[in-house]
């Protein structure tokens, strides 16, 4: 079991390598040398990513929006107590009512955070990884994945569509009806 879950972490950061990847503006001068606060953020987006983790923006959504409806602009509220100068700290998300404990990803420019497993009540639910993710001018997002009931696919819940990797995802959603 924690071998599956690991699995999915790897596929996970996979992803999210290849949003972080994409062309971003120069990055401000890092401000507080303590983060401490709590950052809500609305899961407003649904991206599917691939077992070989690329994200699959053309992909259809119904089965990740019928599974997952309570998911679709839920509201993620995230406690962040982090020293940037010592790289150590914890962040706690509530998902839907439950706890889940982030870790520090110690991912450059960014202050990622990622769950290592969660809840009985989450796991019930299919939910598989948290995700809490904090620019140095702090603006931040949320992700919550989940498997899809179609196959290897998985389904991401976001608070952003920013930096995904090589497409314009405004226009994306122009094309693509939701
Ligand atoms: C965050 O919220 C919790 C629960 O309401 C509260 O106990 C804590 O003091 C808050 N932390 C900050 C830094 O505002
Ligand atoms: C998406 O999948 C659903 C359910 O399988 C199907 O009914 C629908 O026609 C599909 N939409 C497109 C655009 O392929
Ligand atoms: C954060 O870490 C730095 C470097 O070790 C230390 O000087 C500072 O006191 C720490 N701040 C807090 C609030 O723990
Ligand atoms: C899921 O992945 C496995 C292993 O790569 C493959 O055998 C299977 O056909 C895939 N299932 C779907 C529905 O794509
Ligand atoms: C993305 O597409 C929108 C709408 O067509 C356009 O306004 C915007 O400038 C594009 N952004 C980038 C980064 O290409």
């Known amino acids: 079991m924690a071998k599956h879950i ?3 972490a790897l596929l996970f950061l996979l992803c999210q390598t290849g949003r972080a990847s994409a062309p ?3 990055t401000p001068a890092p401000v507080a040398p303590i983060i401490d606060g709590n950052y809500t953020d609305k899961l407003a987006y649904l991206e599917i990513c691939a077992p070989n983790g690329d994200w699959l923006p053309f992909a259809n959504k119904t089965v990740c929006k019928a599974a997952y409806p309570f998911l679709l602009d839920a509201i993620v509220a995230t406690e962040v107590n982090y020293n940037t100068t010592l790289a150590w700290g914890h962040a706690e998300a509530v998902v839907l009512g439950s706890d889940v404990v982030l870790h520090p990803m110690g991912i450059a420019n960014t202050y990622g955070f990622i769950s290592s497993g969660v809840g009985e009540h989450l796991k019930s639910l299919n939910i598989l990884l948290i995700i809490f993710s904090m620019n140095s001018d702090k603006s931040h ?8 009931p179609s196959g290897n696919e998985s389904c991401v819940f976001t608070s ?12 994306t959603k122009l094309l693509v009806p939701p």
């Not at 997002?141 to 899809?148: C, P």
């Not at 569509?161 to 226009?171: A, V």
């Open 6 to 8: 690991l699995s999915f």
């Open 24 to 26: 971003v503006a120069p």
């Open 141 to 148: 997002y949320t992700d919550v994945m989940a498997s899809s």
């Open 160 to 171: 952003t569509l920013e930096g995904f990797n090589g497409f314009n995802f405004s226009l």
